[in-house]
């Protein structure tokens, strides 16, 4: 759907060049929720722009849907942004109009739609968002969520393929914020429609993507299934962020681990496996004593995980080693 | 008490006087909104971003905004003749004030536009929209309320300046200020013209404030 071949941006800022993105190339599918996490100023705004060609880039192509984006002409390219919704972090409604203007707004700028035919539309886009009885408002009367639903049913509204999202509940409460995403993953879901978001938040990635690009100074530092990134966090900043979204202390746990005997083991469950009885029976199997240091389950995107860091004394350790390799256990020795 | 006062010259000069107001302002808000517009989009780092224009305009309203009112009055003279056929009266006094105070509303219609929040602008770019229609569609509703505070403000600096261009023979309330109440020293009608060019303001600034706050949703 969208997809960066060696695409690149330059500023130049008191005759110095800054390099804001590298080259990059990326894919994102048709109909999946691709997230972007990166800590301010590391490009990932950026790079949000450059599929819009809100930020023109110095160099390489974007393709959108088929579409060459980097050789479109200013009517072209007027006539594509009409098929990528966009929201953002301080929602930027025009606060001149009411909730239903500003939603009305891209159909009147494109107008190819009759009035009544924008009324019917932007009614259903305010159900669809849960604001119906909040159309003849102005968006300082509204609540910061309320607004960043303004802001959705206003990118939705020429009925776009795509949906950039600009750290869209950055500036939300954390209960608006599960508001606001759940109802991007349900419009994902019931319009087809391809999500890219950007965010400083794993908490946002591991809620809604399907996938997960980190970047850093410029450039994609790993990527994957978010639950793979999640689970087996490679890079250092990829490592960072999944720990402050769990708030693992690593310190502490260190600390934890100096006063406890045994082999140390992280274990990572996924799938049918999480669920499986399988502790006891290896340790009856193999002898081996264990005590659990620490744990978390949860789901991501429907897939139920686990990650168990396990001391074991005694018994066949080895034996014990193989038999959660061979239960598809992904096992790695902390100590 | 105001033995000196001749109330339908008084009459008289009001009406000039607000004939020359509300002519000027007109033209002042037709020439200075699209001029103000300009210098904001062709500032830097802005839609239409160009350093030549923008160079070239912000010269012609410093120029204009550091000359003295009274000496536009009088430089003005031959183009104003060239404009209205003649350098007296309402019509002789327009072409300087709209000269006067274009410039200075342009500023302040820039400095409005200024405070409208780029976000506001991206996303209308990201709608799809033209440079045109996003300055009709979201610059221009999103900026009203600052631009009716410049228009408040301009209207009361031309009140001013309507007193003086009195001096070149533009008649109004200014004319009779000076003419009688200055130099035949006839306090009684220096005092009805300054409390009648009171109102005229205090009215102006309150209407302005009304509207402003009509305007604004925020």
Same mark, same amino acid.
């Given at each position: 759907m969208i997809e960066f071949h060696d695409v690149y941006k330059t500023y130049?800022?008191?005759?110095?060049d800054i390099q804001a993105l590298k080259p990059t190339s990326l894919s994102v599918r048709a109909g999946e929720v691709f997230g972007l996490i990166g800590h301010s100023g590391a490009g990932k705004s950026t790079l949000l722009r450059l599929i819009n060609r809100l930020e023109e880039p110095s160099g390489g192509r974007i393709v959108v849907d088929g579409v060459e984006v980097t050789a479109l002409a200013p009517e072209g390219l007027r006539r594509f942004r009409r098929q990528v919704g966009m929201i953002f972090q301080h929602f930027n409604l025009l606060s001149s109009k009411t909730v239903a203007d500003n939603v009305a707004m891209p159909l009147r700028l494109?107008?190819?739609?009759?009035?009544?035919?924008?009324?019917?539309?932007? #009614?259903?886009?305010?159900?669809?968002?849960?604001?119906?009885?909040?159309?003849?408002?102005?968006?300082?009367?509204?609540?910061?969520?309320?607004?960043?639903?303004?802001?959705?049913?206003r990118a939705l509204a020429t009925g776009p393929k795509i949906l950039l999202c600009d750290e869209a509940t950055s500036a939300l409460d954390p209960q608006t914020t599960a508001q606001v995403l759940q109802l991007l993953a349900e419009i994902n879901r019931e319009l087809g429609l391809t999500i890219v978001l950007i965010t400083h938040e794993m908490d946002v990635?591991?809620?809604?993507?399907?996938?997960? #690009?980190?970047?850093?100074?410029? #450039?994609?530092?790993?990527?994957?299934?978010?639950v793979d990134v999640f689970l087996h966090p490679r890079h250092p900043t990829t490592v960072r962020f999944v720990q402050e979204a769990e708030q693992i202390d690593q310190d502490g746990l260190r600390e934890d681990f100096a006063h406890v005997s045994g082999r140390i083991l992280r274990l990572t469950l996924k799938g049918e496996t &999480?669920? #499986?009885?399988?502790?006891?029976?290896? %340790?009856? %199997? &193999?002898?081996?004593?264990?005590?659990?240091?620490?744990?978390?389950?949860?789901?991501?995107k429907g897939v139920s995980y686990g990650q168990l860091i396990l001391a074991l004394v005694g018994g066949d350790f080895e034996a014990a080693l193989r038999q959660l390799q061979a239960a598809d256990v992904h096992v790695e020795v902390l100590r | 008490m105001f033995r000196n006062v001749d109330w339908y010259d008084i009459w008289l000069a009001t009406l000039d006087t607000l004939l020359m107001l509300f002519g000027s302002l007109l033209f002042t808000v037709l020439i200075g909104l699209p001029l103000g517009v300009l210098l904001f989009l062709t500032g830097p780092r802005q839609l239409l971003q160009n350093r030549a224009i923008y160079g070239v305009l912000s010269l012609v309203v410093n120029v204009l905004r550091?000359?003295?009112?009274?000496?536009?009055?009088?430089?003005?003279?031959?183009?104003?003749?060239?404009?209205?056929?003649?350098?007296?009266?309402?019509?002789?006094a327009i072409p300087p004030l709209v000269a006067g105070a274009a410039p200075f509303f342009a500023r302040l219609v820039?400095?409005?536009?200024?405070?409208?929040?780029?976000?506001?602008?991206?996303?209308?770019?990201?709608?799809?929209?033209?440079?045109?229609?996003?300055?009709?569609?979201?610059?221009?509703?999103?900026?009203?309320?600052?631009?009716?505070?410049?228009?408040?403000?301009?209207?009361?600096?031309?009140?001013?300046?309507?007193?003086?261009?009195?001096?070149?023979?533009?008649?109004?309330?200014?004319?009779?200020?000076?003419?009688?109440?200055?130099?035949?020293?006839?306090?009684?009608?220096?005092?009805?013209?300054?409390?009648?060019?009171?109102?005229?303001?205090?009215?102006l600034q309150v209407v302005g404030d009304r509207l402003v706050i009509h305007f604004s949703r925020k």
């Open positions: 130049r800022v008191n005759g110095r494109a107008g190819e739609m009759p009035p009544a035919a924008i009324r019917a539309r932007v #009614a259903e886009l305010l159900r669809r968002v849960g604001l119906s009885e909040h159309a003849d408002k102005y968006p300082a009367q509204l609540s910061g969520g309320q607004k960043q639903r303004v802001g959705i049913a990635i591991r809620r809604v993507c399907d996938r997960v #690009a980190v970047i850093e100074d410029g #450039a994609i530092v790993e990527q994957g299934p978010v &999480t669920h #499986a009885p399988l502790l006891g029976r290896i %340790a009856r %199997a &193999t002898g081996v004593d264990y005590s659990i240091l620490s744990g978390r389950f949860d789901r991501i | 550091s000359l003295p009112f009274i000496i536009l009055l009088i430089v003005m003279i031959p183009l104003t003749v060239l404009l209205t056929g003649t350098s007296l009266g309402v019509a002789g820039e400095t409005a536009l200024r405070e409208v929040d780029r976000g506001i602008i991206e996303a209308t770019q990201a709608m799809g929209a033209s440079t045109r229609q996003i300055i009709w569609n979201a610059l221009l509703p999103e900026a009203r309320p600052g631009i009716i505070a410049a228009i408040t403000v301009t209207a009361i600096t031309l009140v001013s300046y309507t007193a003086m261009a009195g001096v070149v023979g533009a008649g109004g309330l200014g004319d009779l200020a000076i003419r009688y109440g200055y130099q035949r020293f006839q306090t009684d009608v220096m005092v009805v013209t300054v409390v009648l060019l009171l109102c005229l303001v205090q009215i």
